[in-house]
Nanobody
């Protein structure tokens, strides 16, 4: 069993910053990526960023490259998403996700994940 708990969402003005956290407990996925997805009202859930535990390789959606940074603290089993230069179109519920079956090729497909956090709302006002 795995538990993922997100925190750090909120309301921010455009061009502002937020940092999301995702704390993992239970079974450890030391060889697998931890990832962030988001879902805006009326839209499908989409990949935002991912990071591997072992070597820290990072992956980003084109829409957030250069603005968002994913990082992790292995000792704390926590993944962070630093979001800078936020735009109104970044408004969504942000979810942390993990699954032992995930490989790089499937990282961006939300259907491949069995473990999700409860989500945290990010609202960016213009």
């Amino acid at each position: 069993q795995v538990q993922l708990v997100e925190s750090g969402g909120g309301l921010v003005q455009a061009e502002g910053s937020l940092r999301l956290s995702c704390a993992a407990s239970g079974r450890t996925f030391s060889r697998f990526p931890m990832n962030w997805f988001r879902q805006a009202p009326g839209k499908e859930r989409e990949f935002v960023a991912g990071i591997t535990w072992m070597d820290g390789s990072t992956y980003y959606a084109d829409s957030v490259k250069g603005r968002f940074t994913i990082s992790r603290d292995n000792a704390k089993k926590t993944v962070y998403l630093q979001m800078n230069s936020l735009k109104p179109e970044d408004t969504a519920v942000y979810y942390c996700a993990a699954d032992p079956s995930i490989i790089i090729a499937t990282m961006k497909d939300p259907r491949k994940y069995n473990y999700w956090g409860q989500g945290t709302q990010v609202t960016v006002s213009s």
